[in-house]
């Protein structure tokens, strides 16, 4: 017998339901509110180290963190208690949404009722304090309050996917810049495509080579990281294309390669994930660069190749997704790089061909401006892409040194790229990357 526990407490048991918060309860508007709350009601409460345990014992008078990251954890409230005495549970790491916490009562009442009832407590980022009131009401919640996430500096995870050969599966990125084993592939099998964030905490990726030779199909990312099936597509077929995310919560796909040979046009993905139709070409046509965003709400599209010569030009896209004219290359000119934003408000473009690969990377501060070389670190390589995670950190992923690879770089939310990590998931090139939540 079990009660789902959320803003407030329902405790379900012989066919009745006690719905908790009601009375009784003292709750508090999020934000400066519930922090200075949370602040009164944690005076006096001695706090522990982090709890990962599946099981635990909980002691008047303490504060515990539980990190439920791996696991359920049960809590065990003490067999005796007085009147006033106190405890606070706290998400650690914001998983109890997927691990919960489950209280036993441990022969005592529970606002009420007796320990055969199961309380579970089951949103991200909740905290409780229960005092004990007497025999009769037993531990009584008087915060029970979920506490809202800090404002995003970035996205917590990242995806790879697609790529040559052709092939569609993908590889997410967790928090922590893991990439996971392949995904089964969903949608047409491409390379050569775009991928951005959209509508805060979604994504879409959306054209690239299928062997017809092109297309504008599109696939959108759950916040879970899960594809969907096709979209009909929209604009210009092509591949080799560059994307990233503007205006907080939405998304552009720009240049590339079709029919005719290297392309300047781009389509603005909504808030919604829906592609519109193409914006008559702004600044150099090319293929094979790279775009992020930079400056929290706009983006820059950086590097390529003009079908002609390798390229340094950019073009920055505003906050309303309008792209500019050229701006002088700055840096080592080269096309098949990877981008990705960093920091909460830079990006990075990194790796790529002269001719020769290289492992080079170039910074972008949050005004746009992007940075003479930085020297390469990792193994020099191209057609790789790159994303976020972690809410201000990259990696760049994947790539072709010879022959296709699947290693990693990170990069720290200083814009610093680590060695290599070893290779996860299919090797491959020319595939996309993007961010979700």
């Known amino acids: 017998m079990s009660g789902i526990i959320g803003s407030k407490i329902n405790i379900r048991g012989s066919g009745k339901i006690a719905k908790l918060g009601t009375d009784g309860q003292v709750l508090t508007s999020a934000g400066a509110g519930l922090s200075a709350a949370f602040e009164d009601l944690a005076a006096g409460i001695s706090w522990q180290a982090i709890e990962t345990g599946s099981t635990m014992t909980a002691v008047a008078g303490e504060g515990y963190w539980i990190d439920t990251t791996s696991n359920t954890c049960t809590i065990t409230l003490p067999a005796a208690a007085s009147v006033g005495d106190s405890i606070i549970f706290a998400d650690y790491a914001r998983t109890w949404g997927t691990y919960k916490i489950i209280i036993d009562s441990n022969g005592l009442n529970y606002q009420g009722d007796d320990d055969t009832f199961t309380v579970e407590y089951t949103t991200d980022g909740q905290a409780v304090k229960i005092v004990y009131s007497d025999a009769t009401n037993g531990w009584i919640p008087i915060l029970d309050q979920t506490v809202a996430d800090v404002p995003g500096t970035g996205n917590k995870n990242g995806i790879f996917g697609y790529g040559a050969g052709p092939v569609s599966m993908t590889n997410l990125v967790s928090n922590t810049g893991v990439v996971a084993t392949d995904t089964s592939g969903v949608g047409t099998a491409r390379y050569g495509l775009g991928g951005t964030q959209y509508g805060s905490d979604t994504a879409i990726f959306a054209f690239g080579n299928d062997g017809t030779p092109f297309t504008a199909v599109s696939n959108l990312v759950t916040n879970t990281g899960v594809v969907g099936t096709d979209v009909a597509g ?73 079908g002609v010569v390798f390229s340094a030009l950019s073009n920055l896209v505003s906050n309303t997704g309008v792209v500019a004219t050229d701006v002088t290359g700055v840096g080592t000119a080269r096309s098949a790089v990877g981008a990705c934003s960093y920091g909460g408000d830079k990006g990075i473009f990194g790796y790529g061909t002269t001719g020769s690969r290289t492992a080079v990377t170039n910074l972008v501060s949050n005004t746009g401006v992007i940075a003479t070389d930085t020297t390469g670190v990792g193994t020099v390589r191209e057609n790789l892409n790159a994303c976020e995670y972690g809410q201000g950190k990259g990696i760049f992923a994947y790539g072709y040194t010879g022959s296709v690879v699947n290693m990693s770089n990170l990069v720290t939310d200083a814009g610093v790229v680590g060695t290599d990590v070893s290779g996860v998931g299919t090797a491959r090139q020319e595939l996309a990357a993007c961010s979700y939540n």
Request: aromatic share 6%.
């Open 234 to 306: 929209v604009g210009t077929v092509r591949s080799s294309i560059a994307a990233c995310s503007y205006g907080t919560d939405k998304g552009i796909m720009g240049f590339g390669t079709g029919i005719g040979g290297a392309k300047g046009m781009t389509n603005l993905v909504s808030n919604t994930g829906v592609v519109a139709t193409d914006v008559t070409a702004v600044g150099t046509a090319r293929e094979k660069l790279g775009a992020c965003e930079y400056g929290d709400d706009k983006g820059i599209f950086a590097y390529g190749h003009t």
